[in-house]
């Protein structure tokens, strides 16, 4: 019966031009709009301006982000944008942007780590093994200043104190597998250890530990009272070092580092095109990116950096030239640093929330061959139902289509290639959503703006001194450019007018998503199935609504989504609401309006502060795995699906059918740990 369930499904979805590639795209856009766009689009100029952004250790609030945020600034004033600013937020260690509390800055000027090798004068340099002037990479963040001349001691892990017990830890340098902000407070503040060397195996991926030469980026804690360096080193430099320790070879170092985080500022770069529409212009279409990271970072993310950069200049340019009219809303373009800076921006500045419709968020989105990247069209979460998801979608299907008939020898009218670029098909994934980047501070529950996200995942050079500017693709640029720049200008210039042919598209997703539910409900207990359909009406019926927020839904087509509804009822066998009021039981919370943002936010943990440590440790939502999720997901969805009406069960039952069955208890277990420390508050 399901199998024919899902035959009906699909039968519906060909019959109403599910197979419309690309004359769907052209529905939305006219072929000229998007040829215009794509022969402006240069992935070569995007380039240029990454190889500049590489060269730069950008950490947030030091003197190398703001050069490049000077460079933006400059570059966007030249194409011509208009209201370019670079807007400072105190990054002095204690502000709070919602659930952000401000870093202080950071800045290094030199540190190097020599091997010494005993001669008769005494212990002499003999090897250098770390640089900041060559490889800044190789000083963890945060790092102080420092000197020590001191030896080498193994702690493995050094996560318990297991690992320190009888060594001679005090005084001198720890080598560890583990971030170095995981183990100062035992290594440097218990155990009295002079520095760190960690050989950290970050971002893990099926080439984790394949390439033993990656230096990987190190962090200490930002927040830590007690000063201490770190330097990161390979792989391979790390298990040299563990054999000689091993035979009971004496390996003594010389370290210095001048550094120290300091009162500064979050750089955040931002400019406009201006909306035509005098009822329109003050709504927005936000494009954004993170401009921070280590040098060189070039897919991460000064490939999302100079995408952007690029889309600005090509509208700007084809505006200016009279080839593209003006969009009826405005078109706003930010750089800050990853999460931290769109938090302060949000917090700081919240007339900026308020304006912004949709975001076309840009993080990684230039990994060449080489890097093994997959590119993803990423949808929202299933909290924020938006039709804006499948705009994205229609767009990246259709460089799908057009890359891969370029690519297989035959004529087609966007080949999106640059010259000096690769000429394969995109094969971009129209993907689920997934955390990680600025997006998910958007689509917060706090925000609740809807946010299409463009990534690479995976890229084996991430977070190394392997990311560099040679990995990255200018005709993966372009086309990352081009999906973006597409969604943005339809939606900058949506009305009730394009209502009928949005209709249409939201339709066909709707009958692609009904078929994967079909599918998922055969590995799911029939309670749990029965669930997951009510799930996806409600899912479809808010994508519908939706349009509302860009304009007033025509009559017609909600008499047309009734009967859309039923058939979709009919197939998933569903009657009554969602979740169902049966159902219904336990506490009702909303959220706390001082308390604006995600608990997973960059450098803090606001939860873990505000709860203490040991408390969240314990916390059986955060380590738990579900059929399509895992503990970070499913608490930050549920603190989303917190709404002032939905009950603790109504919760689980979204938060399960989006990423499969959990416990009621862990959800209200975790809700009350998050009204505990006032992030969301009890309904009476």
């Given at each position: 019966m399901q199998t024919?369930?899902?035959?009906?499904?699909?039968?519906?979805?060909?019959?109403?031009?599910?197979?419309?590639?690309?004359?769907?795209?052209?529905?939305?856009l006219p072929q000229p709009i998007l040829k215009v766009i794509a022969e402006e689009l240069s992935g070569e100029t995007a380039h240029r301006h990454l190889e500049f952004l590489a060269q730069h250790h950008r950490m947030r609030g030091s003197r190398q982000f703001h050069r490049v945020a000077q460079y933006i600034a400059e570059r966007l004033r030249e194409y011509g944008l208009e209201q370019v600013e670079i807007?400072?937020?105190p990054a002095d260690g204690k502000t709070f942007y919602g659930t952000q509390k401000a870093r202080l800055a950071w800045d290094a000027e030199f540190a190097e780590l020599w091997e010494l090798k005993q001669t008769d004068t005494g212990w002499q340099r003999h090897k250098r093994i770390a640089s900041w002037e060559a490889m800044p990479i190789t000083l963890a963040q945060d790092s102080e200043s420092g000197e020590a001349t001191a030896d080498l001691v193994d702690v493995g892990t050094g996560l318990s104190e297991a690992d320190y017990r009888d060594k001679p830890v005090r005084g001198n340098l720890v080598l560890t597998s583990s971030q170095p902000g995981?183990?100062?407070?035992?290594?440097?503040?218990?155990?009295?250890?002079?520095?760190?060397?960690?050989?950290?195996q970050n971002q893990?991926?099926?080439?984790?530990?394949?390439?033993?030469?990656?230096?990987?980026?190190?962090?200490?804690?930002?927040?830590?009272?007690?000063?201490?360096?770190?330097?990161?080193?390979?792989?391979?430099?790390?298990?040299?070092?563990?054999?000689?320790?091993?035979?009971?070879?004496r390996i003594r170092f010389y370290a210095v580092v001048k550094a120290q985080r300091h009162p500064g500022y979050y750089d955040v770069i931002t400019a406009v095109i201006p909306g035509s529409d005098p009822r329109l212009r003050d709504e927005e279409i936000a494009f954004s990116c993170h401009l921070d990271h280590q040098r060189p970072g070039a897919n991460d993310n000064a490939s999302g950096s100079v995408a952007i950069l690029e889309?600005?200049?090509?509208?700007?340019?084809?505006?200016?030239?009279?080839?593209?009219?003006?969009?009826?809303?405005?078109?706003?373009?930010?750089?800050p640093p990853e999460i931290e800076g769109t938090l302060a921006l949000l917090n700081g500045r919240p007339e900026f929330a308020q304006r912004i419709k949709a975001v076309i968020h840009m993080d990684m989105v230039g990994g060449g061959p080489v890097t093994r990247a997959i590119f993803h069209v990423t949808r929202g979460p299933g909290s924020l139902p938006s039709f804006i998801y499948d705009v994205a979608e229609v767009f990246g299907k259709f460089v799908n289509a057009q890359t891969d008939a370029f690519a297989s020898g035959r004529d087609t009218p966007f080949p999106l290639h640059s010259p000096e670029g690769g000429k394969e098909a995109l094969q971009a994934v129209m993907a689920s959503f997934s955390m990680g980047s600025d997006h998910q501070v958007y689509t917060d529950g706090s925000f609740r703006i809807p946010a299409i996200y463009l990534n690479d995942w995976p890229d084996r050079f991430i977070h190394t001194n392997f990311d560099v500017p040679a990995n990255v693709d200018p005709t993966k640029?372009?086309?990352?450019?081009?999906?973006?720049?597409?969604?943005?200008?339809?939606?900058?210039?949506?009305?009730?007018?394009?209502?009928?042919?949005?209709?249409?598209?939201?339709?066909?997703?709707?009958?692609?998503?009904?078929?994967?539910?079909?599918?998922?409900?055969?590995?799911?207990?029939?309670?749990?199935?029965?669930?997951?359909?009510?799930?996806?009406?409600?899912?479809?019926?808010?994508?519908?609504?939706?349009?509302?927020?860009?304009?007033?839904?025509?009559?017609?087509?909600r008499r047309a989504f009734t009967e859309f509804e039923q058939r979709m009822r009919q197939i998933l066998k569903y009657e009554g609401p969602f979740p169902p009021r049966s159902r219904a039981s336990g506490a009702?919370?909303?959220r706390s309006p001082k308390v604006k943002g995600p608990m997973s936010v960059f450098g803090y943990d606001y939860f873990r502060d505000h709860l203490g440590r040991e408390k969240a440790s314990r916390m059986r939502l955060l380590t738990y795995r579900g059929l399509w999720g895992a503990g970070s997901e499913y608490a930050y969805e549920a603190l989303n699906f917190v709404d002032g009406r939905r009950t603790v069960t109504e919760i689980r039952d979204l938060v399960s059918a989006e990423y499969?069955?959990?416990?009621?208890?862990?959800?209200?277990?975790?809700?009350?740990?998050?009204?505990?420390?006032?992030?969301?508050?009890?309904?009476?």
């Amino acid at each position: 019966m399901q199998t024919r369930a899902i035959i009906l499904c699909l039968g519906f979805f060909l019959i109403w031009g599910g197979q419309a590639q690309p004359q769907t795209a052209y529905r939305l856009l006219p072929q000229p709009i998007l040829k215009v766009i794509a022969e402006e689009l240069s992935g070569e100029t995007a380039h240029r301006h990454l190889e500049f952004l590489a060269q730069h250790h950008r950490m947030r609030g030091s003197r190398q982000f703001h050069r490049v945020a000077q460079y933006i600034a400059e570059r966007l004033r030249e194409y011509g944008l208009e209201q370019v600013e670079i807007l400072q937020f105190p990054a002095d260690g204690k502000t709070f942007y919602g659930t952000q509390k401000a870093r202080l800055a950071w800045d290094a000027e030199f540190a190097e780590l020599w091997e010494l090798k005993q001669t008769d004068t005494g212990w002499q340099r003999h090897k250098r093994i770390a640089s900041w002037e060559a490889m800044p990479i190789t000083l963890a963040q945060d790092s102080e200043s420092g000197e020590a001349t001191a030896d080498l001691v193994d702690v493995g892990t050094g996560l318990s104190e297991a690992d320190y017990r009888d060594k001679p830890v005090r005084g001198n340098l720890v080598l560890t597998s583990s971030q170095p902000g995981a183990i100062q407070h035992l290594a440097v503040d218990r155990f009295g250890a002079a520095g760190i060397l960690s050989y950290a195996q970050n971002q893990r991926t099926a080439w984790w530990k394949e390439n033993d030469n990656f230096v990987r980026w190190g962090h200490l804690d930002s927040f830590t009272e007690r000063p201490t360096f770190a330097f990161m080193i390979s792989l391979k430099q790390a298990r040299e070092y563990r054999q000689r320790l091993e035979r009971g070879e004496r390996i003594r170092f010389y370290a210095v580092v001048k550094a120290q985080r300091h009162p500064g500022y979050y750089d955040v770069i931002t400019a406009v095109i201006p909306g035509s529409d005098p009822r329109l212009r003050d709504e927005e279409i936000a494009f954004s990116c993170h401009l921070d990271h280590q040098r060189p970072g070039a897919n991460d993310n000064a490939s999302g950096s100079v995408a952007i950069l690029e889309v600005a200049r090509t509208f700007a340019k084809l505006i200016r030239e009279g080839q593209l009219p003006k969009p009826r809303r405005t078109l706003r373009f930010i750089w800050p640093p990853e999460i931290e800076g769109t938090l302060a921006l949000l917090n700081g500045r919240p007339e900026f929330a308020q304006r912004i419709k949709a975001v076309i968020h840009m993080d990684m989105v230039g990994g060449g061959p080489v890097t093994r990247a997959i590119f993803h069209v990423t949808r929202g979460p299933g909290s924020l139902p938006s039709f804006i998801y499948d705009v994205a979608e229609v767009f990246g299907k259709f460089v799908n289509a057009q890359t891969d008939a370029f690519a297989s020898g035959r004529d087609t009218p966007f080949p999106l290639h640059s010259p000096e670029g690769g000429k394969e098909a995109l094969q971009a994934v129209m993907a689920s959503f997934s955390m990680g980047s600025d997006h998910q501070v958007y689509t917060d529950g706090s925000f609740r703006i809807p946010a299409i996200y463009l990534n690479d995942w995976p890229d084996r050079f991430i977070h190394t001194n392997f990311d560099v500017p040679a990995n990255v693709d200018p005709t993966k640029l372009k086309r990352a450019g081009f999906i973006g720049a597409a969604s943005a200008y339809f939606l900058a210039n949506v009305t009730e007018n394009e209502a009928p042919v949005l209709w249409d598209v939201l339709r066909m997703q709707a009958l692609e998503r009904m078929a994967r539910t079909l599918a998922r409900q055969s590995v799911l207990p029939t309670d749990e199935a029965r669930l997951l359909a009510g799930y996806r009406i409600w899912y479809e019926t808010q994508t519908f609504e939706s349009m509302q927020r860009f304009f007033a839904i025509p009559e017609s087509l909600r008499r047309a989504f009734t009967e859309f509804e039923q058939r979709m009822r009919q197939i998933l066998k569903y009657e009554g609401p969602f979740p169902p009021r049966s159902r219904a039981s336990g506490a009702v919370y909303r959220r706390s309006p001082k308390v604006k943002g995600p608990m997973s936010v960059f450098g803090y943990d606001y939860f873990r502060d505000h709860l203490g440590r040991e408390k969240a440790s314990r916390m059986r939502l955060l380590t738990y795995r579900g059929l399509w999720g895992a503990g970070s997901e499913y608490a930050y969805e549920a603190l989303n699906f917190v709404d002032g009406r939905r009950t603790v069960t109504e919760i689980r039952d979204l938060v399960s059918a989006e990423y499969g069955p959990i416990p009621t208890e862990l959800v209200e277990e975790y809700l009350q740990a998050l009204a505990s420390i006032g992030v969301v508050q009890k309904v009476k």
